[in-house]
Each structure stands twice: as C-alpha cells, then as structure tokens.
C-alpha cells in the first residue's frame, strides 16, 4: 500500500522530529565517551553461575567475556595500560575463560603477550605463571604461549633458571608429532643468550614456518610486536653510542 | 486535550481488563522466589545477590511485559479495525497516537512502581526510589519505542524482535564502544575506522540505556539526583523524538 505524500505531515510534527533529533545528537556529543577504569574490573562470577548464563552455549560466552576483559585499562585517555589492573582478578577472568573454552587461545595469548609485557617483574612473573600453569593442560594447543612465556622470562625478567624451567616443561609435554621438532629445543637459544630481538625472531619465525599461526589479525599482532622490540632495540643501541660520542668529542 | 486524555484513558482501562496486573504481580512473585533460593545458595553477601537478582530480572522481565502488552495492544486494535473507526471520527492523528502515548506510559508507570514496591523490602529506600524512577522513564521509552514500532511494522513479531533487539543495542552500546576503541586492534585500517565510525554514529542515535536503572544504586548506595536528572532529559528527549518519528510515520499512512 502506498503511503499518503509527505506534505500531508504537519509542520509540526516535522519541526519535533527534528528539533527532537537535534537535541539527541546534541546530547549524546555532550555526553563524555564512555572509559574503561583500571580499578573498575571485579571479581569474575564463579563457574557455576556462569554454565547458567552461557544457557548451554560457553563458547559463545567466553568470546562474550575476553572482550569485556580485553576493553579494560586499554581505551584512549588511559597512559600506562594495564598497570593498575588488579593482576589476581585478570588471572581469575582469564581461569573463568578458559574453563569455558579450553580449546580457545585467546586467553592465552593475552596473559602473554598483553598483559605480560607490562613494566612490572611481579606482574609479568604471575602472567607467566599462569600461561606455564595451564600449558600442560592442553599443551597440543598452547605450545606457543609457554615458548613465548620462555623467551619473556629469559629477556624481559632476566632469569634464566625460569626460562630454562619453562623450556624444559615445553620439551616434557610437547611431545605431540604435530608440534614442531625445534620447540623443544628452546633451551638452546636462552643458553647461548642470543638476544630478545634475535630469540624473538627464530621463534616467531619457527612459529610461521610450522603454519601454527593462521589468524590474520594475529599474524600482525606478532609482527607489530616484533617491529616494536626492533624500534626499541635501535633507540638503545642508538642511547649505548651517545655517550661514547659525546666523550670523544670532549677528548 | 480531552481526546487525547480520553484515548489515554481507555488505553490504561484496557491494560487493567487483560489481566496485565496478575501478568506483573506473578512475574514479580516468582522472580522474588527465585532471589530467594539465590539468597539459599550464596554462601556470602545473601542480602546483596538476592537484591541484585531481583533487580536485574525484574528490569528485564517489566520491559519484555510492557513492550508485549504494547505490542499486542496496537496489533488486535488494527485486527478490530478500531484504529480505522477512531480515526473516521473527528479525531486527528496526533490526538490519537499521543492518547496512547499518554496510556501506555500510564502503564509502564504502574510497572515500573509493582516492581520498584518488590524491591522495597529487599534494598535501602532511597536507593530503590532512584532505582524506581529511572526505571519509569526506561519502561516509558521502552513503550515510546514499542508503539513507534508497531506503528511501523503493523505485526507483533516484527515489531516485538525490533523493540528488543534496539533495547539490547542501547543497553550494549556503551561496551560496544569500548571494545571497538581498543588500542590493541590496528586503528589505521579502513575496516577498524569504518566500524568505529559506525558504532559512534549508531551511539548518537541511541539513548545510553547503560546509564538507566544501575543495581549498583541498590546494593552500593551510589545513585545521585544528578544522574537522575541527566536520565529524565534523557527520557524527555529520546521521548520527543519517538512520538516525532512516530507521529511522522502515522500521518503518512494510508490506513
């Protein structure tokens, strides 16, 4: 059925729909963009009650929750993210995650490679705990997150016991024929103390090569971390040769 | 005026005759059972979930009521053919679709009182008055925003998915924000700027339901007259441009 031309609509319906509409607008640009607060994240609700939210689908709901997790302490207007996380309830939200979907690697791969890298040891150390504390749980699957969280314990925490130990649990539990043979000959580079930027780069090379990584967007999550490990990298060697020159040109 | 208050009339009469009351008041009885087997089950902080289930289910279960009995109030109404009758009369449009305005948010008051007088025994009073009023003018909207739609779309089941699935967006919008702004996706890519430019668009246009009727203000104690305030304007505004959309899509039908 046609609909009756637009003249017959009175002008003042016209006029409140669109004084109305330009007083929404007007409003919602007033209104401040909604931000994430670092100490705002709470306690994760306990598995049970969350099974009866997910209404028989975890899957969808873990996805639901690693986004919700993921949007805190990272949105414009906050400096240092993550760094007043409360890090005993990241790792809860993480645990509830993957109880949800132990197949999914998202939760992993934050705890390594987001909420690991921030510039706090005690921090680090928990988030590679927990990536170690899970890998034998499903090693098949999180191989690459304990070899990340080996890399990080050698150049970021400086321990090369730590590292050694989690090498050497990647070479006790990676036993499966799918996971690549140099995996578990990761104590091999933290011997010879290659290097984070050299270590880095056979590993997420050896990461490449084996097609373990196949997401995209993942691929380029480790690539830009790799160019930011190389940019850090230049700008120390960069600051290593600064004073030399300027002691030259004193002499 | 008189038209308008006689069609709000009628429009509130017939909510009171198809058992709405007894639909609220069991939803309400069996939603406070449940918060009490909750208060059973929970091992610390009963009084706390039990009132923060009874609030979060009773805002769902006022919503989804309000917008069905709207829905289907609008729906038999065109059936019966008695939207063409009232109309064949000397009544303007206008007239009519704010008379039902007024009725159906007549109704939702009533609501969003049974459910408010639920929560009374259960939480501290003046944070359940603050509760109780942003949940008037959320149920308000919801009603604003079910008779636009049924106007619209003339069918219940269309109508009923457009009005949840524009409650569930409004109430999302918010997070949805937050997700899309993370600065751990790459900003620079024409894909993560197109929806990020979509979702801020959509939000313009969205009241920030997010902001409504917080069971926070109940167990917390943390509402303010302030953040009631902002939500009526809320209300007034988004109400103002529903009925503008609303009466728009009436005059240009061809009933």
Redesign the interface.
């Known amino acids: ?6 003249s ?3 002008t003042a ?2 006029a ?6 330009a ?3 007007s ?3 007033l ?1 401040p ?4 607060s670092a100490r705002a994240l709470p306690t994760p609700p306990s598995p049970a009650a969350l099974r009866v939210t997910s209404l028989g689908d975890p899957i969808a709901l873990a996805q639901v929750l690693t ?2 997790l ?2 805190f302490d ?3 207007g906050i400096s240092i ?1 993550f760094k007043d996380l409360d890090y005993g309830q990241v790792e809860r939200w993480l645990t509830r995650i993957l109880d949800l979907d132990p197949i999914g690697q998202y939760p992993l791969m934050l705890a390594s490679q ?1 909420y690991g890298q921030v510039p706090d040891p005690a921090k680090q150390r928990q988030m590679l705990a927990f990536v170690s504390r899970q890998f034998p749980l499903d090693p098949k699957r999180r191989w690459p997150w304990m070899g990340h969280a080996a890399i990080m314990a050698r150049h970021r925490l400086h321990d090369t016991g730590l590292a050694l130990q989690y090498a050497r649990t990647l070479r006790e539990y990676a036993t499966d024929p799918s996971i690549p043979s140099w995996v578990r000959q990761l104590e091999l580079p933290i011997y010879e103390d290659l290097g984070e930027l050299r270590a880095a780069k056979i590993f997420l090379g050896g990461l490449l090569d084996s097609g373990a990584i196949t997401d995209p967007h993942e691929l ?2 480790l690539i ?1 971390r790799l160019k930011q490990l190389e940019d850090a990298e230049k700008s120390s060697a960069a600051s290593r040769t600064r004073p030399t020159g300027s002691a030259a040109g004193k002499q | 005026m008189s038209k308008v208050l006689a069609i709000a009339q009628y429009t509130l009469h017939e909510a009171l005759r198809t058992r709405l009351t007894w639909m609220v008041v069991g939803a309400l009885a069996a939603l406070a059972l449940g918060s009490v087997f909750v208060a059973q089950v929970a091992i610390t902080e009963t009084a706390r979930m039990q009132a923060g289930f009874l609030a979060a289910t009773g805002r769902m279960a006022a919503v989804f009521l309000v917008c069905l009995h709207v829905a289907s109030s609008m729906v038999r109404e065109f059936n019966d053919k008695g939207t063409e009758l009232l109309l064949s009369l000397d009544l303007p449009r ?1 007239s009519y679709y704010l008379g039902k305005l007024v009725g159906f948010s007549a109704v939702a008051l009533g609501v969003a009182l049974a459910t408010t007088a639920a929560l009374a025994w259960f939480a501290p009073h003046q944070g359940v008055l603050l509760w109780g009023l942003s949940l008037a003018c959320e149920l308000v909207l919801v009603a604003a925003v079910t008779l636009f739609c049924v106007i619209t779309f003339a069918q219940i089941m269309p109508a009923v998915s457009f009005v949840l699935a524009f409650y569930l967006l409004a109430r999302s919008i ?2 949805i ?3 899309t ?4 996706l ?1 900003p620079h890519t024409l894909t993560h700027r197109l929806s990020t430019w979509l979702i801020d668009g959509l ?3 969205l ?2 339901l997010a902001r409504f009727t917080q069971t926070a203000w109940l167990v917390n104690d943390t509402g303010s007259a302030m953040t009631l305030g902002m939500i009526a ?2 209300t007034l ?2 109400g ?2 529903l ?3 609303g ?2 899509d009436l ?4 009933l």
């Open positions: 059925m046609a609909e009756r031309r637009l017959i609509v009175p319906v016209v409140l729909l669109v004084l109305a509409l007083a929404q607008l409003l919602r640009l209104q963009r909604p931000s994430a986004l919700y993921q949007a990272n949105q414009p993210p987001v380029r999550f830009d | 206008a918010a997070a924000q937050l997700i702004g993370s600065q751990l790459n939000a313009l246009l009241p920030d304007g809320q505004i988004y103002a441009v009925t503008g959309a009466l728009f005059y240009r039908k061809n």
